[in-house]
């Protein structure tokens, strides 16, 4: 799992934020059920996401993630596909102990069903994400498309399916689903930012750390649809470099400052942020909930990490 | 799926047997089953082979199978990657469809544990193959055990899974459980003796061929066990050249002729073929199907593709 290294010594490494089982097991609560009937799926949901990213790595070459190498660095492709390939099996297994709690029969296949659909979607999304790699012509509306499948997908299973296994009023689960959609976006444009503008001891990442990665993430999108016919020809330039340093790197950032990315994004997280929040209304939760949740709006909109 | 080679022309290759979506249908058809209520679980058993085998093709660096080229080989591994991971989330998905069949929630649940332990097993399986590689002083008793969960526990389960949506006999599900465990290991022998001296047009693979992949094989891990002094070193020069040419190549299999592994590994196949058609005796089938599974186990035996 790459807690050690190949010496067998244990490397520290920030810890994920379990955002996906934490949104299922709240949203569960949030509506009446109970954490210890939604746990099944909550660990399933954190094993699909780290399956995902395991492999993730391995097709974007990354190298370093939560300031720990990456498994495939350390023990190369064909492990680290088995070990992706094992945490999945694995969230199947953890999601048929579903059957333990009682929820009842067609609840148990309604979340396996959930999960399948959500993973299938995701699939898709880093397919298109891949599919993206160099090619500069991409769309804002395909970009969305694509964050909404990659990212948006689990992260709004996340919530439908903490629903579902707490209650049975459909349009709440259709409201908290809707909540999960915003979120999920939402949640992909911040860390597009902070992948780019991120603080370093927080996020483990250099500033510019994407721009090194020529990852067409929100900004490069944004900035190519943006640009002028002059910045687009020096994005290009650089972009077409085998290797980005730190000078073509300012160049970027400085770039971006110009044509107001950051501010384009945030304003965006707004809408999304805003959407949340109307979903939520219409959810006619009870104020306390409803508060705990657009904290947690709140902290998504604007987390350094 | 590899159908097309990069220009979108279809590359026409050998058909797959099906042996696991077979083995499913006609046992269950065996014990007394409906072969459309096993349906779900036979394509799901078909996919998860081939998620395995593309991820396979991938860690092993196989650049052809079945006669065609392999799909990291045509489109990278990257995409090779996420299209075994959509067989997966599929097999979850058919999967799932027994829930519309009249075989009742527990025996769905059921076999949807056998197949995740068996997909687990089958990991564990590939995980031991990996880190035998290069490493010539691997037993017998450690090939057997990693061939009876890389092989084994998807073809056992085959047959497991198709008794169990077929009867509640417990004592027939176990017979023909052992018979697939048997089967499972009689057909990777078998496997690896076509791998040296398969028939090019049946297998669509040279003679030799898994002496020039330095595969660790039966055939080669038998030759390093049996050797004597003289024949361990010959091999020991010839598998740690960086490419095994065909001098060598016939070299290695006359060294086998001489150790007699052919015939050894015959044997073997027919102790397991034995230990099958004693637990068919077991199962108290009637006399009609046990002449079909024979004919299977025939098969099996004498394959040459």
Redesign the interface.
């Known amino acids: 799992m790459g807690w050690t290294n190949l010496s067998g010594d244990v490397v520290i490494g920030k810890e994920g934020k379990g955002l996906r089982p934490s949104l299922c097991l709240f949203t569960c609560e949030a509506v009446g059920g109970s954490v210890n009937d939604a746990m099944p799926a909550a660990v399933a949901l954190e094993f699909i996401h780290n399956f995902s990213l395991i ?1 993730d790595d ?3 070459r990354d190298e370093f993630r939560h300031g720990r190498e990456t498994l495939w660095k350390i023990w190369g ?3 680290a ?2 070990a992706g ?2 945490l ?3 969230s ?2 953890c999601l ?1 102990q579903l ?1 333990t709690r009682d929820i009842g ?1 067609n609840r148990v ?1 309604c979340v ?2 959930m999960l ?1 659909e959500a ?2 979607t995701m ?1 898709e999304g ?2 298109l994400d ?1 599919s993206y790699e160099g090619n500069y012509a991409v769309s804002i509306e395909e970009y969305f498309n694509m964050i909404s499948r990659k990212t948006g997908a689990l992260i709004q299973c996340s919530m439908e399916v903490g629903a579902t296994i707490g209650t049975e009023d459909h349009n709440l689960i259709h409201s908290l689903r809707d909540i999960g959609a915003s979120l999920g976006t939402m949640f992909q444009i911040r860390d597009d930012v902070l992948g780019i503008w991120g603080d370093q001891h927080l996020t483990g990442k250099p500033v510019g750390a994407d721009i090194k990665r020529k990852k067409e993430s929100f900004p490069l999108v944004y900035s190519l649809t943006k640009a002028t016919k002059k910045q687009r020809e020096l994005l290009f330039q650089i972009y077409n470099k085998e290797e980005i340093d730190d000078q073509d790197t300012h160049r970027v950032l400085d770039l971006m400052e110009d044509i107001g990315v950051r501010r384009r994004a945030y304003e965006l997280t707004l809408d999304y942020h805003k959407a949340a929040k109307k979903s939520l209304k219409d959810s006619g939760l009870n104020t306390t909930v409803q508060t705990e949740f657009e904290n947690l709006f709140g902290f998504l909109l604007e987390r350094s990490y």
Do not use: R
């Open positions: 492999h391995i097709q974007d492709i064909p492990k596909l088995m390939n094992v999945k099996v694995l199947d297994h048929m059957v029969f296949i396996v069903e399948t993973c299938l699939i880093q397919s891949i």
